[in-house]
């Protein structure tokens, strides 16, 4: 089936809020805190939530993307 560059999911998925991008089997994204939500540390599960939905919807999943 088709793959995705990792590099382009990456870009798609958090190019908006920071650094992010790389080539086809390897990417990364640099993302100030302040842009996902509330930096606390007890906000860590919101922040990882947003990061997900974020990621799945750069890959198409549920047809969004």
Same mark, same amino acid.
């Given at each position: /089936?088709?793959?995705?560059? !990792?590099?382009? %999911?990456?870009?798609? &998925?958090?190019?908006?809020?920071?650094? @992010? +991008? /790389?080539?086809?089997?390897? !990417?990364?994204? %640099?993302?100030?805190? &302040?842009?996902?939500?509330?930096?606390? @540390? +007890?906000?860590?599960?919101?922040? !990882?939530?947003? %990061?997900?939905?974020?990621?799945?919807?750069?890959?198409?999943?549920? +047809?969004?993307?």
């Amino acid at each position: /089936g088709y793959v995705r560059s !990792a590099g382009e %999911v990456a870009h798609e &998925a958090f190019g908006d809020l920071g650094s @992010a +991008g /790389g080539h086809r089997t390897m !990417a990364k994204a %640099v993302i100030p805190m &302040a842009r996902l939500g509330d930096a606390d @540390a +007890g906000a860590a599960p919101a922040v !990882a939530e947003r %990061v997900s939905q974020r990621f799945l919807r750069a890959l198409g999943v549920n +047809g969004k993307g």
